[in-house]
């Protein structure tokens, strides 16, 4: 986990409604992208569901659906990155719940959310370079998690992970294989 990613890569998604590729520059978010190499180079996204859509803000995704996973990656996150390049559409951003939070989650943003991201510290690390058409076709009818909407509640993608969204969520789309590209 220490390896340092390339200054710049590629990763392809591919996704229940298509493939998307997001290009990584280093110099931008330099613990988020090494963090996003070691995870897609190990498989990390692979079947993840893409669990908070949210029409006209950002799609969220990176909670493993296996429990044991989750509770391996609570405890590791990586310290934050100053904010170099902002939350533009289509750019990506690790999630976050207060400083030095981040650890698996990420977000592509579907607007310019610079204004209200960039100040909170969100450091994009990435931006989708081809097929944001696809992240716009993902399905937003589950939106938000509670209090905002009807969504998944995060505590139980944590303790229950792809058997509790299968069962309450079954038409959320999700990533079938995550690789690095050229």
Known sequence: MTDPAPQTFRVNFETTQGTFVIQVNRDWSPHGADRFHFLVKNGFYDDVRFFRVVKGFMVQFGMSGDP???GV???QPIPD???KQGNARGFVSFA????NSRTTQVFINYVDN???LDGQGFAAFGQVVEGMDVVDKLNGEYGDGPPRGRGPEQYKIINEGNAYLMREFPQMDYVKKATIGQ
Do not use: Y
């Open 114 to 116: 610079s204004k209200v």
């Open 68 to 70: 044991k996973l989750n």
């Open 73 to 75: 990656w609570k405890r």
């Open 96 to 99: 976050m719940a207060g400083p």
């Open 81 to 83: 990155d100053p904010v």
